[in-house]
């Protein structure tokens, strides 16, 4: 075998070339003073050096001038010579000035008898890896301060078990709790009772662990043990080898977002039961205006009926069946009083109402109403408002509460109906769109009754609707209390609970004017006429028609009749005859009563009218009440009633 060129050189030539062919590194020797005694190529390209430059300066020329003043170079040497070697990382100083961060080795170099002889020094020029580094750290400090600054999100890190890892401000000011306090602690405890129970946050783990994320939204709990509705993500973290080494979890306070959504749902449902209520009302007016219209007919013909019974012998079997088919008829007129109160299309004539005195006068009469089982309490208050309501139409409501909350306890109890001054915020007409800011009477009627469940309170105001037994209730009295209190410009609310009795509040604008209430006149004598006045009855039913007709007829009235407006108009338009009264339906085809009322006085100044009414259809009734100067009878009306306000109006003095 031949000989190769290195096999003919002696070790110490080798060992020579050996390190001067290393480029990447500064290898050299120094002497026990640190001065430079030999130099390869790689730290001639390190540190710009020649070996006939540097060899015998000492290797503190490498040094920067803060770490020469600091001692360094001694104190490396010391080190190498008391325990071998000296190792640091640190900026270096070229030839050129230029620094270089460096990774340095000293050792020490000892003879055969073990004796110091000098030093082994090598040098790596790292400055790429330390500024990689110093940029990873960098970054990592933006990241830090960027997670530190967030105080909207809680952003901290859990390990692979569930445990706080790191706490970031957001997280306290959140949750409430201090790094200390919650580092280390399980991430469950965020959670509420319920949700630990029934293991919600092993499931999140478990499928943030499977999926790579978990995401929901929920009720939490601070440290103070108070909730807040959360959005929750949870991350996992995977280490290079693709094992979790843990999970990143972000939390948001949801609960003014939350807060709000609940209040626009509870709104929409509220203006949906409106809407319902709105369409139910518009069909039951209607029937009521025709139902209206027959039971006048029936009901008058039964009173005509009933006057010539009693002036023949023999006939007390007729007149109890007269008087049966009458109070059946009243009955009947009731119910569609009542629709009409539902759908808000009764006539109210609003007066002013002490409210103290109104509830002290309904006292005793609540009191015999409801039996002696119940306990009946009114309580008024100091200063309260005066309202504006239809103090009949305020009775029947109050009456209709008391026997509902009579009939929820069977066994006894107590109604309490008191009166306060209240000031609706803009805050709760935004969660009760029904009803405007400003100042109220709340009349509530409260009983310690059986209650009512969700089920029923979302059908209360509904017509027909009742939980009492066949025969027992018609269903509109709630619906009544509803309309009339809607009409008077109010707002109604229910409160109840299973077992725990129920409250319902009645909400009536405050009134500030000084207008007083007229006094009501008795209704128990027919007046009549004297044949030479002259009533014009406009009515486009012909069976009611020709029964008023025949009605004021037997009072002496000279009569006129008109199926229509426009046929009214046209014997008003002509000079003869003279006409004393009109009396007309409101709600007719083509022109109203209303507006035929207006075309006539403009015909016949001074002509005095009348309107009858199965509803009004806001043609004499606006904003809830009746228009002003407005004279009106409420279909059905007894013949007793009519005689009485004809004979009113005609004897009133005609205004200048």
């Known amino acids: ?36 005694r030999s130099w390869n190529s790689g730290a001639e390209r390190l540190k710009g050096y020649s070996a006939r430059d ?29 325990t071998g070697r000296f190792n640091s990382e640190g900026w270096r100083v070229r030839k050129d000035g230029s620094r270089f961060w460096a990774l340095v080795v000293l050792d020490s170099i000892k003879d055969e008898q073990g004796r110091l002889i000098g030093f082994a020094k090598v040098t790596r020029d790292i400055t790429e890896r ?23 999100y809680a952003i901290f890190q859990l390990d ?19 790094p200390l306090d919650i580092i280390g602690q399980h991430f469950s405890r965020f959670y509420t009772p319920e949700d630990v129970a029934s293991g919600v946050p092993k499931r999140a783990l478990e499928e943030a662990r499977e999926h790579g994320r978990f995401e929901a939204e929920g009720w939490r709990m601070r440290k103070d043990g108070t909730r807040f509705w959360a959005s929750v993500i949870i991350d996992r973290i995977v280490g290079e080898a693709g094992e979790i080494i843990g999970f990143a979890k972000v939390t948001r306070d949801l609960t003014e977002r939350k807060r709000a959504q609940d209040e626009l749902k509870q709104v929409q449902e509220q203006l949906i039961a409106s809407q319902k209520l709105e ?49 059946g008829a009243q009955r009947a007129a009731a119910l569609t009083s009542r629709l009409l109160a539902f759908s808000r299309r009764q006539a109210l004539d609003p007066k002013p109402i002490n409210v103290n005195n109104f509830l002290s006068n309904m006292q005793d009469f609540l009191q015999r109403t409801l039996g002696e089982r119940i306990e009946v309490e009114t309580v008024g208050s100091a200063g309260l408002w005066q309202i504006e309501a239809d103090a009949n139409h305020l009775e029947s409501a109050i009456i209709n509460l008391a026997i509902n909350a009579r009939d929820a306890m069977p066994d006894g109890g107590k109604l309490t109906v008191e009166a306060v001054n209240v000031s609706a915020d803009d805050d709760y007409s935004r969660v009760n769109p029904e009803l405007s800011p400003g100042q109220y009477v709340v009349v509530c009627v409260t009983d310690t009754g059986s209650g009512m469940s969700s089920e029923v309170l979302d059908h209360a105001f509904e017509p027909f609707f009742t939980t009492k037994e066949p025969g027992h209730g018609t269903g509109l009295g709630l619906s009544q209390v509803y309309g009339f209190v809607k009409q008077s410009g109010g707002h109604v609310k229910i409160y109840s609970e299973v077992g725990h009795g129920t409250s319902i509040k009645m909400y009536f604008p405050r009134y500030l004017g000084t207008r007083q209430a007229p006094v009501n006149e008795p209704e128990d004598v027919l007046p009549e006429g004297e044949k030479i006045e002259t009533i014009l009855v406009v009515e486009d039913d012909s069976d009611l028609r020709t029964y008023v007709c ?7 009235y000279r009569i006129l009749a008109a199926p229509s407006a426009q046929g009214a108009l046209t014997i008003l338009l002509q000079e003869e005859p003279k006409v004393n009264l009109l009396l007309t339906d409101v709600v007719m085809p083509g022109i109203n009563g209303r507006e035929l009322g207006r075309r006539a006085q403009q015909i016949r100044p001074g002509l005095k ?22 004279d009106i009878l409420e279909k059905p009306v007894s013949q007793a009633k009519l005689a009485l306000r004809v004979r009113e109006i005609l004897d009133r003095p005609v205004k200048e």
């Open 1 to 36: 075998m031949s000989q190769t060129p290195l096999d003919e050189l002696d070790d110490g030539r080798r060992l020579e070339l050996l390190v001067n062919a290393i480029v990447d590194y500064a290898i050299f020797m120094l002497d026990t003073d640190g001065t430079v």
């Open 54 to 82: 540097i060899i015998g300066t000492s290797f503190s020329v490498f040094y920067t001038p803060e770490d020469r003043a600091a001692g360094l170079p001694a104190r490396a040497l010391a080190t190498a010579r008391e």
């Open 130 to 152: 330390q500024q990689a580094h110093t940029e990873l750290l960098e970054s990592e400090r933006r990241y830090r301060r960027l997670i530190e600054a967030v105080i909207d």
């Open 160 to 178: 692979p078990e569930g445990n706080v890892a790191t706490w970031n401000p957001g997280a306290q000011r959140i949750k409430g709790y201090a």
């Open 279 to 327: 369409a139910v009302g518009q069909l039951s007016g209607g029937i009521a205006h025709d139902f209206n219209n027959l039971l006048m007919i029936v009901l008058g013909n039964i009173e005509t009926a009933e006057r010539n019974a009693r002036q023949l012998a023999g006939t007390a079997n007729l007149q109890r069946a007269l008087s049966h088919a009458k109070r």
């Open 550 to 556: 025949d009605v004021l007829r037997d009072l002496n």
């Open 609 to 630: 009218v009348l309107y009858m009414t199965g509803y009004s259809r806001n043609a004499v009734v606006h904003q809830g009440r009746l228009d002003e100067g407005v």
